[in-house]
């Protein structure tokens, strides 16, 4: 970002943003959809520059571009839900803004990877999945500063239990118990695609009918059995994307398995399960506790955490993480 020449006061640069040129450039041309102002140097104050949706004329799109490459280019930020709005759709802008609060970039993560692992569920084909994992990458990259950066996103899980929440939920818990367990050390290819799969582990689901997925009453035996085959059904999927590397494999396949052998769909035991595969199930567990389903009301996380700790069908290293982080208020 360009360094303005004079002082911006501060309270000025508590209420407003400086943006900066690739957050304009992603803007409509001629109609920006926020309110910009500039800063006058001669009185050291901000004055409205275009009311949004108005049209600019060339000169002034010009005129725009000089005051945003010295820096006296501002938008307001209780305008910040247009901007996030609009930042949600374009990722990576988020990489590149450091106007931007570490909470307000949580924000526009979860928006963002919603809006993506949705539009993929819906429509799970290769140019959607192109999308969803461009954004993955932005997250990782955000994590690479600061592996930890993850807890913030942890503290803002989604309540309403629909897949694509559960998905997102669970992905952030996911790669935030795999972050703690390599205690803040990971390449960033294996953080890419944990991430990937963390998020994904669910995608047999979108293959399954809504109204089994979303049944009030309890599942009939032959149901059950049905939805009993996502794991099987999204590995296929992930496998006809091109996706057949160890970590969504496992994801996919191994989230419902269980240390003793009673979960599904291959009845895997503690050594036949990946740590990936363990660490998956418990957060996929944790995730659909802590949220309110049509069969189950919400449990509070400290006392899901503290079921699964006690629960031997789940490893109790993963457990145990999950429990002494909520406990100590990490997320
Ligand atoms: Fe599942
Ligand atoms: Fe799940």
């Excluded at 996502?230 to 994801?251: N, R, W, Y």
């Excluded at 996380?301 to 109790?316: C, N």
């Amino acid at each position: 970002m360009s360094q303005h020449k004079s002082t911006i006061p501060d309270n000025i640069a508590e209420e407003y943003y400086q943006i900066n040129p690739d957050i304009l450039s992603s803007f409509p041309k001629y109609r920006p959809p926020l309110d910009l102002f500039e800063f006058k140097d001669d009185i050291a104050q901000l004055v409205p520059y275009i009311r949004k949706g108005n049209r600019l004329s060339n000169e002034q799109v010009d005129q725009l571009n000089e005051l945003c490459a010295e820096g006296s280019l501002f938008v307001a930020r209780s305008d910040h839900p247009v901007y996030s709005k609009h930042i949600v759709k374009q990722l990576d802008l988020v990489l590149v803004d450091k106007n931007l609060k570490e909470s307000e970039i949580a924000d526009i993560f979860v928006q963002a990877l919603s809006l993506r692992l949705e539009e993929f569920f819906d429509q799970p084909v290769q140019l959607v999945f192109d999308k969803l994992y461009k954004d993955v990458l932005v997250l990782t990259e955000y994590l690479t500063t600061d592996h930890y950066r993850i807890r913030a996103l942890a503290k803002r899980l989604i309540p309403e239990h629909t897949l694509v929440n559960h998905s997102v939920n669970s992905g952030i818990i996911a790669l935030w118990l795999y972050i703690k367990s390599r205690q803040g050390v990971t390449k960033r290819r294996d953080l890419d695609r944990t991430a990937l799969a963390c998020f994904l582990h669910d995608l047999g689901m979108c293959k399954i009918p809504q109204f089994l997925r979303t049944k009030t009453v309890p599942l009939t035996q032959e149901e059950r059995q049905k939805v009993n085959m996502h794991p099987m059904v999204g590995a296929k999927l992930a496998q006809k994307l091109g996706l057949t590397f160890d970590e969504i494999q496992q994801a996919i396949l191994e989230h419902h398995e269980r240390l003793d052998g009673s979960g599904y769909p291959r009845k895997l035991k503690d050594d036949a399960m990946s740590k990936l595969g363990k660490i998956v199930a418990v957060a996929d567990s944790y995730c659909a506790m802590i949220s309110e389903r049509p069969y189950a009301s919400a449990m509070p996380p400290m006392e899901a955490a503290e079921s699964l700790r006690g629960d031997a069908r789940y490893d109790a290293k993963t457990a145990n993480t999950l429990y002494n982080g909520i406990q100590e208020e990490e997320v």
